[in-house]
């Protein structure tokens, strides 16, 4: 089988999340996507995130509708940095015979070659890149043939779904709205535990 990797803090998951994640299925013609929220992610600041079990059920509603896609609470439950490295070993161990692919989207993709083993990472799994800006496909083409001396690189050609997990913060912060960003339960789940709000 195929077996996607999706990594990230997930804060909130929203539908540019789960675009990327239908279009590398379709696109890359994987099996089963397992979507991997971080506890301590090694590029963006924990400062802001919502406890873990938070974004782990707004994830588990936002992927429901989907008997493809699976959600892991691996890096939640370790106490270290969580690097794709050991989150990648851990689905090794897990599917010792099937494929396994590492999903990210086009920004991760540009400063690929400064995370933590990222050459044992691209030896290990198939790189699958989908953009989230307009306009990047040729420089993502340019760092995917820099970096394929390490391992095979995939990049969709799917127009991207631009949504930032920050601008959804400040909505709900100044109370905009928001919801169009957001699967319906997500947004009933943000709203009944008065999540993200700048009075907490």
């Known amino acids: 089988m195929k077996i996607g ?29 397992f ?8 590029h963006k600041s924990s400062d802001e995130y919502i406890s873990g079990a938070d974004r782990l059920e707004m994830l588990k509603l936002a992927c429901c509708g989907n008997k ?9 439950k370790s106490d270290r940095t969580s690097y794709s490295i050991y989150t990648i070993e851990h689905f090794r161990r897990k599917f010792p015979h099937d494929r396994l692919f590492l999903l990210i989207g086009s920004d991760m993709l540009m400063s690929f070659d400064t995370w933590y083993c990222f050459e044992k990472i691209l030896s290990d799994v198939t790189l699958c890149v ?49 919801s169009c960003y957001l699967d319906k339960n997500v947004v009933k789940y943000i709203m009944s535990k008065k999540l993200y709000s700048c009075d907490n």
């Open 35 to 42: 979507f991997v929220p971080s506890r301590i992610s090694p």
């Open 68 to 76: 493809k896609f699976h959600v892991s609470d691996y890096e939640l």
């Open 130 to 178: 989908v953009s989230r800006n307009e306009g990047d496909l040729d420089t993502l083409q340019k760092k995917a043939l820099e970096l394929s001396v390490y391992g095979e690189i995939l990049i969709s050609f799917a127009p991207p779904k631009v949504i930032s997990s920050t601008e959804i913060r400040k909505k709900l912060c100044e109370n905009s709205d928001f």
């Open 5 to 33: 990797i999706y990594g990230g803090s997930f804060n909130p998951v929203h539908n540019g999340h789960i675009h990327l994640a239908e279009t590398a299925m379709k696109d890359f013609g994987l099996d089963y996507i």
